[in-house]
């Protein structure tokens, strides 16, 4: 293969990997399929300006039909699954956008469906790759650190002011039934990935659904989190959602029994790592912006984070190892998505510890094969009129 044929299905947040397609020394974009018709046009734009032949669909029946290897998945958070089983039944590799799967059944079907296809799967987590977590995995990997004891993941993104330009209105818009523990792998994912430890079971909490939100559509609570347990006795905090903060917090902190790393909470970009000596309680502290390994991604979206995916998911399809090292595969991708759901279940039943399965094994998975459980939260009696709020303010592209 001399380059790999990309198609994006979803073009909002998909514009990103439009571009990075057009411009990958190894890729080309020959489709883009989504159904709101001025994307489309921003697409035929696009690839006139570049010299580029792109087929463009409205309608995914149609864009599965185009010729081409690899598919990345930019639509509905809460659908990428069934899309993704759909790609590689037809022989195509995946990325996937957050998030991996809705369901538990989903889970187990996506885990099976890669496994019979033999193709790439992909998870585009891109906040494993800032310069600052992709450096706390290589240290922890190293042994830095010692061995996990205590790790928290943040993803503090108060979304109010552009919940219009996000949700367009729309009643239904995954954005405004979702729960408040769903969105969960910016904030665990790179603690799984740096340790990468398998998380064993899970207790949600919420807060309560804040007026400001419920102004704008959703009734879910309005930050969540997950309490994990690691396989080796590890606890991780991941907090998530629109508390009131800006700019937001991103923020990673790893704690081993030999020393801890931190992100820092203001000075996106920066590592701050303890090292002890020979001493207990005597070591030191230095505090650095570490280098990213591949400085094409300087300036790329994401704190970088975007570069990365995109490059792995091209350069894992041509055989390249440590492409493959460096990503995140499908059971990885499960177990960083399965804890929000199950953190949702917990949170319904009384905060009670939920048990994560190891999808890795066969044996765990026919438990979880019918678990269809699909966590929605209603908005059925927000009047209309909110609804139509929003819209003329995405319309006129004014903030929330
Ligand atoms: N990793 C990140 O940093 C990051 C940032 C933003 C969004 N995202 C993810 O990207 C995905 C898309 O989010 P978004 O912000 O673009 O908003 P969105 O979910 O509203 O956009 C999805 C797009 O897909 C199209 N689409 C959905 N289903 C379709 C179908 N059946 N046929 C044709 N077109 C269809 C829609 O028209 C829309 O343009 C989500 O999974 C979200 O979680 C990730």
């Known amino acids: 293969m001399s380059k790999v044929k990309i ?52 309608d995914f029946d149609d864009f599965i039909q185009c010729d081409m290897d690899a598919v990345v998945l930019a639509n509905y958070a809460n659908e990428h699954a069934p899309y993704a089983i759909r790609c590689l039944e037809s022989g195509r590799h995946v990325m996937s956008e957050v998030l991996t799967c809705a369901t538990l059944k989903e889970a187990v079907e996506l885990v099976e469906a890669v496994e019979r296809s033999g193709k790439v799967y992909q998870y585009a987590e891109n906040y494993c790759y800032f310069n600052t977590t992709f450096e706390m995995r290589q240290r922890y990997q190293r042994g830095d650190i010692g061995e996990l004891m205590h790790a928290e993941g943040e993803y503090i993104h108060d979304c109010s002011s552009i919940w219009p330009q996000i949700t367009y209105g729309e009643r239904e818009h995954w954005r405004n039934t979702m729960y408040s523990t769903f ?25 309560r659904n804040m007026p400001f ?3 704008l559509g959703t009734k879910a609570g309005t930050a969540g989190m997950e309490i994990v347990m690691l396989e080796n006795g590890a606890m991780v905090k991941s907090i998530h959602g629109g508390l009131k903060r800006e700019p937001g917090s991103i923020n990673y902190q790893m704690y081993g029994s030999k020393g801890s790393m931190e992100t820092d909470r203001w000075e996106f970009g920066n590592l701050h790592v303890y090292l002890e000596g020979d001493r207990n309680c005597v070591g030191e502290h230095v505090r650095y912006v570490p280098e990213f390994t591949i400085k094409d991604a300087e300036g790329a979206g994401h704190g970088g984070g975007d570069f990365f995916t995109t490059h792995y998911f091209v350069r894992q399809i041509l055989g390249d190892d440590d492409a493959r090292k460096n990503s995140i595969d499908v059971y990885q991708a499960v177990d960083m998505c399965m804890p929000g759901i199950l953190a949702y279940r917990s949170i319904l039943n009384g905060n009670a510890p939920q048990v994560v399965p190891n999808l890795r094994l066969k044996e765990e998975r026919d438990k979880y094969r ?31």
């Open 370 to 400: 019918n678990d269809d459980i699909r966590y929605l939260v209603s908005n059925e009696d927000i009047p209309n009129s909110v609804f139509e709020m929003v819209r003329q303010k995405w319309i006129k592209g004014e903030p929330g």
């Open 7 to 58: 198609g994006v299905f979803g073009g909002y947040r998909g514009m990103t990997m439009i571009r990075q397609a057009i411009d990958h020394p190894d890729a080309s974009l020959v489709a883009v399929c989504d159904k709101y018709e001025p994307l489309l046009e921003q697409c035929r734009s696009l690839a006139s300006e570049h010299g580029v032949k792109v087929e463009l669909f409205a």
């Open 213 to 215: 939100m419920r102004e």
């Open 183 to 207: 969105y969960c792998t910016h904030s665990l994912g790179p603690i799984l990935f740096a340790s990468g430890l398998r998380p064993v079971s899970v207790v949600g909490f919420e807060t």
